[in-house]
Structure formats: C-alpha cells, structure tokens
C-alpha cells in the first residue's frame, strides 16, 4: 500500500467513488436554464431543432448566421448532439444538463483509467477525484455549451487510453479506431487538435526517445501518425470550406492590440490565473477579457511574478523528466514533468501564444489541460504523503470537500442569462464586458445616457472592438436610434470588412430609412461573405424591387424562402412592387397597408408611408403630405 494509504480495496470501488462524486458535485446543475452561449448556439438556433434542418446545420458554422462566420467555430459533432438532445427533450433545458453530468462522469472515469496506467492506484485515485470534483470545470458542466469541451475531451482520453494499452507498436486497426476518435474529438471542439502530440508524450513518459530511438519508434508507430495527420487535413479542409478559413479570425474580446505589441506582458499574466485556477479556485468568472485581465503595456507586479512562476515550473518540470519513467502502479516524480507538459500541448491551441485565439482565458477551456494538473497533483499527494500520511489524508479530504462545495456553490451561477451576468457585474463591475452588460440593463430600461456612458466606458476598456460595436449597435436599432447605430456600424466595417455581421446590420438599418441603393450595397457585401442569411436575402430582393430591377428582384426573394420567412415590412413592400409591376394596384396597396402594419418602428412607418404618397397618391397615414415625406424606398 502506498503511504497515502487509500481506503478502496479495487478499482471498482475507485470507479464507484469517482463517478459518484462527479454527478454529486454537479446535480443542482440540473435546475439551471439555458445562459450565456446556450440561448445563441441552442434557443435561437432554429437550424437544430428539427430533423430538416439540423443535417445542414452540420454544414454550416457552430454560431448561427452572420456571428459565426465572424467567430470561426466549426463543430458539427457538438451541433449534432445539441440537435438531437433539442429534438429528444423539446427543447427541455433539464436534458441537456442531465447529458453534461453524465458525460463528465464518464470522463472522470476515463481519467481515472488512464491515471491507472501510468500511476499507482493512490496517485491515480487521488487524480481521478479532483479532476471530478474540481470548481473549475463548472463552466463546462453547468452551462450548456459546455458539452463541446467534455465531449472532446471524452473522445481523447478514450483514444489514449487505447493508446497506452495498446504495446509498442500501433496496428492499423487501433490506428483506424483512434483516427475515428480524433475526428470525433476535433468534431467536437477544434482543440482536440493536439492529441497526436498527447500521443507522443504518453510514450515519451513511459520510455526513452531519444534521437537515436526515433527511427525504431517511428517504424513501431507510423501508421497512427499516418491516420491522426490525414484525419487533421481532412477535418481542417473541412473547416476551411465551411468556415473560409483555419484559424478564428477574430482575437480576444477587448484585445486587439496585442496583434501590436509584445503579447508576454499580457500572457505571463494569464499564466498567473492558471495557476491560481487550480490550486486556489475561489475566485470565478464567466468572463477574463480586460479589465478582469488588463492588456499589458509592459512589465509590473503581477505578469513579473506569472512569469517567473512559469518558469520555475517549467524548470521543476523538466528536473522531474530526468527521473524513472511513469509506469503502470509506480510512483515517479516525472508525473510532475507529464502533468506540465499536458497541459502546455492541451492548452496551446487557446494560449494566444503562437496566435491569437477567441479569448483570453476561459474556465470551460481548462477542462483537457486539466487531466494534467490532476495526474501531478496526485502524484504530489502521494509524494507528500511518504513522511506525513495521517496528515496528507485529512488535507485531501479537506480539499475534496472544499473542492465540490465551492463547485456546487457555483453551479447556480449558470441558471440563465441574468442571474450569470448579474454574478459577473457583481464581482467584476470594472471589467469592459461588464460595463457593456450595465449599458445593455440601462438601455431596456430607458435610461439612455446612463447606458451610453457605460458603453464608453467598456469602449475605453476594449477599445473599439468588433464584437462590443455590434452589439451596442444592436440595441440602439432596437431603440430606434438608427443614425448612431449606423455611425458605429459603419467604423466597424471599416476596420473588418472580412466579417459579415455590420454589413448586414448596416443593411436592416439602411432598409429600415427605406434607403435601397444603400441596402442593396451593404445586403451584397454580407451575403457575398455569409450566404445563408435569409433576413439579408429578403432585404436585398427589397431593394431591388424598389429600384424596378424585379427579375433580380425574384431571384434574391427564391433564395431568401429557400432559406426562411422574415418577419419584415420590406417583403410586403416587395410584394407591393410586384402587383404594381404587374398592373395590380388592388394588391399593391394591399401589400402596402400590410407594410405599414408589419413595421415597428416609426422610421420604417414613415418609409412606407412616403410610397403610399408619392406612388399611390394616397393620404398619408401619419398625416404627412408630399413636401414631408421622404423619398424612400429608392424613389
């Protein structure tokens, strides 16, 4: 028995543990509603929620429409699986929570596994309860979304577990069923990307290669590495044709500078919160983007004292590499060395460091590299142990408790959307997305400058990124305050013509004031970089109509029905052409009155009150005459 002693007789009682523990810890998740991610990706995805549509949804970005060409997500295993979860449950939050504990349980378990084939049983075990029961992994679990993260990671530990006990070398067979996993992983989240080097590390750590080893292990394992790279190309090919490109083109929120300065300052920061993440979990956040974690501009207190912890880890680590390899029920320390470069490979597609990925840091992100802080915790427990058992195990009990009381704790955080960002506003009020959040509630409420002010003040954090200008240009058409939110729109298109998502809104506002050379333009230009957007497609054929071009006209409202209706005055309008067009100005003035009705806002009434005047001759509505109205709708 190894000093720490552990309690279980066999493996099954450490499964049954392991297990337990991971859906105890999160079974008040089970309450949660859909929140932050979830109501984009699951609630407001009509794409999933039917058998028709879901298998095109396969095809087509992870963000619905316009926003996710602009993020770069392609994951058609995790939008399969929200599909048919929406479909089973109808549209029942409470499955698609039941289906995260489940799922990490099972990938408790399979850590426990593979924890087993490389550690003692103690090491292992003690792995294996942490990574269940650990707080950081409650933004994967409770949220929704989060499925993405266990379900990738799932496909990788399982695929290293065949790995490892597979022998020296790698039969075309397990290669083929270990390509399959990957697929699945990568299908799942893009980061599953790093398991052949996962792959390599978990022979390095069990053998010697070194340079005069590498052909004998290259004979004894190409095959895999032959299926892993073509399952890479074929998978990033995919990527590149669904999304235009590999990488996500967008980079932290709030920090496009960095693609400017020396990122170091900034990351050596975040190394810092890694750190703290897993060994002092108290404080959580949904959100790390600035000023949770400030963008640097050069070396002070806090990123100095990350990166010189970084390094002595890294020195640490690669001390413990020179010691006996991990083996099957031994204890070494190069478990340490394993556990650090884990979670370097693991984290490295997120890391900003080789480039700029979506966020700064994200808990949910942490849920595969942690498989490796676990398996050096448990070998430090057990280490630790060897000269002071009794007190090594009331430590970890205490750590196993206060683990799973902070994580059922935070488990609520994620019942919905306000309930999530209130606890952000709440502990971080000075962070840009919570000044962003604060303009949002100011706004709803009808206390405009009040909101304004606060947006200014997540500009002046996140400068004038993507994301934050489109989002307050959001709200202030929904308010009606068009012209501002075009100004904004329009400083947004200038700075990333690539993305869909202002041209189009640009489009919707432009319609709305009844300008149609306007919208054709901007309705072009996004349809051009997102084709499938069925509210651009009915604007477009609008416009074209208004413009007397009805043979476009028709082609634009095919595609449009192609793809969905759209609930808007411009497609009574279009009708309105039509008839006229056509000699019916029965129908015409029909279509018309439609219109009116179907706008919402007292611009797009005028708009079409202007037609009715000078195209029909007919007394205004808002009592306007023929000097006032305006000359929309491209006349």
């Known amino acids: 028995m190894t000093p720490l002693g552990s309690p279980l007789q066999d493996r099954r009682s450490a499964f049954l543990l392991v297990g337990v523990l991971a859906v105890a810890v999160y079974a008040n998740s089970l309450g949660n509603q859909f929140?932050?991610?979830?109501?984009?990706?699951?609630?407001?995805?009509?794409?999933?929620?039917?058998?028709?549509?879901?298998?095109?949804?396969?095809?087509?970005?992870?963000?619905?429409?316009?926003?996710?060409?602009?993020?770069?997500?392609?994951?058609?295993?995790?939008?399969?699986?929200?599909?048919?979860?929406?479909?089973?449950?109808?549209?029942?939050?409470?499955?698609?929570?039941?289906?995260?504990?489940?799922?990490?349980?099972?990938?408790?378990?399979?850590?426990?596994?593979?924890?087993?084939?490389?550690?003692?049983?103690?090491?292992a075990f003690v792995g294996g309860v942490l990574f269940a029961v650990h707080p950081v992994h409650v933004e994967a679990v409770a949220n929704v979304v989060g499925f993405a993260e266990i379900a990738s990671a799932a496909a990788i530990l399982t695929a290293c577990l065949l790995h490892v006990r597979g022998g020296p070398s790698t039969a075309w067979g397990r290669a083929m069923l270990i390509g399959l996993l990957y697929a699945l992983g990568f299908g799942a989240k893009e980061s599953a990307v790093t398991l052949p080097g996962l792959m390599f590390l978990l022979d390095a750590v069990r053998e010697r290669i070194a340079g005069a080893d590498l052909r004998g292990y290259v004979r004894r394992r190409w095959r895999l590495y032959v299926t892993l790279a073509l399952v890479a190309v074929a998978m990033l090919a995919a990527r590149y044709a669904v999304l235009g490109r590999i990488a996500s083109p967008l980079g932290?929120?709030?920090?496009d500078l960095l693609y400017e300065i020396p990122r170091i300052w900034t990351l050596a920061e975040v190394w810092l919160h890694y750190v703290r993440l897993w060994v002092l979990p108290l404080d959580l956040s949904s959100d790390?983007?600035?000023?949770?974690?400030?963008?640097?501009?050069?070396?002070?207190?806090?990123?100095?004292?990350?990166?010189?912890?970084?390094?002595?880890?890294?020195?640490?680590?690669m001390y413990a590499w020179r010691r006996r390899a991990m083996a099957k029920g031994v204890d070494t320390s190069r478990a340490a060395a394993f556990g650090v470069i884990w979670f370097i490979i693991a984290i490295s597609p997120i890391s900003n460091t080789l480039f700029l990925s979506g966020v700064l840091l994200a808990e949910r992100t942490l849920y595969l590299?942690?498989?490796?802080?676990?398996?050096?915790?448990?070998?430090?427990?057990?280490?630790?142990?060897?000269?002071?058992?009794?007190?090594?195990?009331?430590?970890?009990?205490?750590?196993?408790?206060?683990a799973a009381v902070r994580s059922w704790t935070r488990n609520p955080v994620w019942h919905d959307n306000q309930t999530n960002l209130n606890a952000l506003v709440r502990d971080y009020p000075q962070a840009g997305r919570s000044q962003a959040v604060i303009g949002d509630l100011l706004i709803i409420r009808?206390?405009?400058?009040?909101?304004?002010?606060s947006y200014r003040l997540a500009i002046n954090v996140l400068g004038n990124d993507y994301q934050v200008l489109t989002q307050l240009s959001k709200r202030l058409v929904e308010?009606?305050?068009?012209?501002?939110?075009?100004?904004?729109?329009?400083?947004?298109?200038?700075?990333?013509?690539?993305?869909?998502?202002?041209?189009?809104?640009?489009?919707?506002?432009?319609?709305?004031?009844?300008?149609?050379?306007?919208?054709?333009?901007?309705?072009?230009?996004?349809?051009?970089?997102?084709?499938?957007?069925?509210?651009?497609?009915?604007?477009?054929?609008?416009?074209?109509?208004?413009?007397?071009?009805?043979?476009?006209?028709?082609?634009?409202?095919?595609?449009?029905?192609?793809?969905?209706?759209?609930?808007?005055?411009?497609?009574?309008?279009?009708?309105?052409?039509?008839?006229?067009?056509?000699?019916?100005?029965?129908?015409?003035?029909?279509?018309?009155?439609?219109?009116?009705?179907?706008?919402?806002?007292?611009?797009?009434?005028?708009?079409?009150?202007?037609?009715?005047?000078?195209?029909?001759?007919?007394?205004?509505?808002?009592?306007?005459?023929?000097?006032?109205?305006?000359?929309?709708?491209?006349?």
Do not use: C
């Open 35 to 123: 929140a932050y991610d979830d109501v984009h990706i699951v609630v407001n995805n009509s794409d999933i929620q039917s058998w028709e549509t879901l298998p095109g949804a396969l095809i087509r970005p992870y963000w619905p429409f316009q926003a996710g060409q602009a993020l770069g997500l392609w994951r058609p295993i995790t939008t399969a699986a929200f599909g048919l979860q929406y479909m089973a449950g109808g549209g029942s939050p409470l499955l698609f929570h039941a289906v995260n504990v489940a799922a990490h349980a099972a990938a408790s378990l399979l850590v426990l596994v593979l924890l087993l084939e490389l550690m003692s049983p103690a090491a």
């Open 252 to 255: 932290p929120l709030g920090g």
């Open 288 to 317: 790390y983007s600035p000023d949770v974690i400030p963008i640097s501009l050069g070396w002070h207190a806090a990123n100095t004292v990350g990166a010189l912890l970084s390094l002595s880890i890294l020195v640490l680590a």
């Open 369 to 402: 590299p942690s498989v490796g802080l676990a398996a050096a915790t448990g070998w430090l427990f057990v280490r630790m142990a060897q000269s002071r058992p009794t007190a090594i195990r009331v430590a970890f009990v205490a750590v196993v408790f206060l």
């Open 446 to 453: 009808g206390q405009l400058s009040e909101g304004l002010r």
């Open 479 to 635: 308010i009606e305050y068009f012209r501002t939110a075009e100004a904004l729109l329009r400083s947004a298109a200038r700075e990333h013509p690539e993305h869909a998502l202002a041209h189009g809104l640009l489009a919707a506002v432009l319609a709305e004031r009844g300008d149609a050379p306007g919208t054709e333009h901007y309705a072009r230009i996004s349809l051009g970089l997102e084709a499938r957007d069925p509210v651009r497609h009915h604007l477009l054929a609008w416009s074209l109509a208004a413009q007397g071009r009805f043979a476009e006209a028709g082609a634009a409202r095919a595609r449009g029905l192609e793809q969905g209706e759209a609930l808007l005055w411009q497609r009574h309008m279009y009708e309105a052409y039509r008839h006229r067009s056509l000699g019916d100005s029965g129908a015409a003035l029909i279509a018309v009155d439609s219109a009116w009705t179907r706008a919402s806002t007292d611009v797009g009434r005028r708009a079409v009150d202007s037609v009715r005047v000078a195209e029909f001759g007919l007394k205004s509505r808002l009592g306007l005459d023929d000097s006032t109205a305006e000359a929309g709708l491209g006349h």
